[in-house]
């Protein structure tokens, strides 16, 4: 009965003419894709939640059509992620599911694109359109202008509908280092050593595979980039150890520090060709924000954090102290 009625009661909307449009009509995204996190509220909260969103047009006759459907009281609470946009019948009917059908993937500070692959490849709940192709399709697939995939993937959890396809992951997780690069490089500190944002990301990626404490960071990028400034060679050991590749045991020798490669910065001066992991927001804010410090030297104390050294006669007298005791 409730449907029969249905375009008469909407009509204190809607002209009658645009009912039946309104019901059939999929919204159009103003992007692709939409995550959208519902909370538990009342339909008129909800409403005016899904219209800020751009995922309906019209919160009050959204809100009507619910409570004629009788559904005003079953909307479920969950994260919710939109490719495409639906009808207003098609939405009340998503959201009253709710989200049981999805599922997520963690991508950790530091992992390298090989750890992020793997991590896709076992996960049950995705599609796995990538697993057989290389690096360089992938890159291509996702619109990505960069020759390297490495650390141009943002850490983070991303939500999605169980037997979706892991590019759709991809495609969010690179957008999202995207904006928060642009944004770090936007709002960064004067009087730095980069001419670009992607060299910036490559420091980051050093910052966040050299980091044992949060706190030592912003000392950590300025002893980067003071010696990059100086023209002095960055000598870390990560990046050393990335290039090694599966030549790396888990012990570096010091024949492997004169050994040159790209990603010997022992041999090399400047930045490596590429990020050398996937950092996090607060290494990209380090990389572009550093303490202000004439330090050009830090060694390990073994607790996690970091002695640091502005002359070369300190720093060996911390390496005495705390690698040769």
């Not at 892991?166 to 500190?189: C, H, I, P, T």
């Not at 590749?245 to 050994?259: A, H, I, Q, W, Y």
Request: glycine content about 8%; proline content about 5%.
């Amino acid at each position: 009965m409730k449907k029969f009625f249905l375009p008469f009661l909407l009509a204190i909307t809607f002209s009658f003419g645009s009912i039946f449009w309104y019901l059939e009509t999929p919204r159009e995204l103003a992007h692709s894709p939409i995550e959208f996190t519902l909370e538990q509220g009342s339909l008129r909260h909800t409403a005016a939640r899904l219209e800020e969103a751009g995922l309906i047009g019209n919160a009050r006759a959204f809100e009507l059509l619910a409570r004629l459907m009788g559904k005003d009281s079953m909307v479920k609470a969950g994260n919710y992620e939109f490719e495409h946009g639906l009808t207003p019948l098609e939405l009340l009917s998503r959201i009253t599911k709710g989200d049981n059908s999805w599922s997520g993937i963690t991508f950790v500070e530091g992992w390298t694109f090989s750890e992020m692959r793997k991590a896709i490849d076992s996960n049950p709940d995705l599609r796995h359109d990538s697993m057989d192709l290389s690096d360089a399709a992938i890159l291509s697939r996702i619109g990505a202008a960069e020759s390297s995939p490495e650390g141009l993937f943002f850490p983070d959890t991303y939500f999605f509908a169980k037997g979706q396809s892991d590019f759709s992951v991809l495609e969010r997780a690179y957008q999202a280092m995207g904006r928060r690069v642009s944004r770090e490089w936007k709002n960064r500190g004067e009087g730095l050593p980069f001419s670009s944002p992607y060299q910036a990301l490559i420091l980051a990626s050093i910052i966040e595979k050299e980091t044992g404490k949060s706190a030592d960071r912003p000392m950590i990028s300025a002893v980067f980039v003071n010696r990059l400034k100086a023209g002095m060679k960055l000598q870390t050991d990560p990046s050393v150890i990335y290039g090694m590749g599966s030549r790396f045991e888990g012990n570096l020798r010091k024949r492997d520090l004169r050994s040159d490669q790209p990603y010997n910065t022992y041999t090399r001066a400047g930045l490596p060709p590429t990020p050398i992991s996937m950092p996090g927001i607060l290494s990209l804010d380090a990389a572009l924000h550093p303490a202000k410090s004439k330090a050009l030297y830090f060694v390990a104390r073994g607790d996690g954090s970091s002695c640091f050294s502005n002359t070369l006669e300190e720093h060996n007298r911390a390496v005495n102290r705390y690698q040769k005791r």
